[in-house]
């Protein structure tokens, strides 16, 4: 269990380092305060644009981290795998 357990911390270290979940949430924030920005232009005057780009950017923020956690997981899962480990999920 010993080499189990430094395989996964070395595979954990190399996703930590490989992914990106922080850029992939800070990109996902900007786009989507953007296009709600626009979204919020295009609606025309009832609507805050303010409030639409927040909105938006927090989705595109929990949506990117999201994605980046996932990649996580896959890097993670491919490292174990690669190392010789069955991984199920």
Do not use: H, P, W
């Not at 070395?10 to 380092?17: K, L, P």
């Amino acid at each position: 269990m010993n080499r189990f357990e430094l395989d996964l911390s070395e595979c954990r270290q190399f996703a930590s380092q490989t992914s990106g979940a922080a850029e992939r949430a800070a990109a996902g924030a900007v786009a989507g305060a953007i296009f709600g920005a626009l979204l919020a232009a295009a609606a025309g005057a009832k609507y805050d644009r303010g409030s639409v780009a927040r909105v938006g950017a927090l989705s595109g923020a929990v949506g990117g981290a999201a994605e980046g956690e996932t990649d996580q997981r896959n890097i993670i899962r491919r490292c174990l795998g690669g190392r010789g480990y069955l991984v199920l999920q």
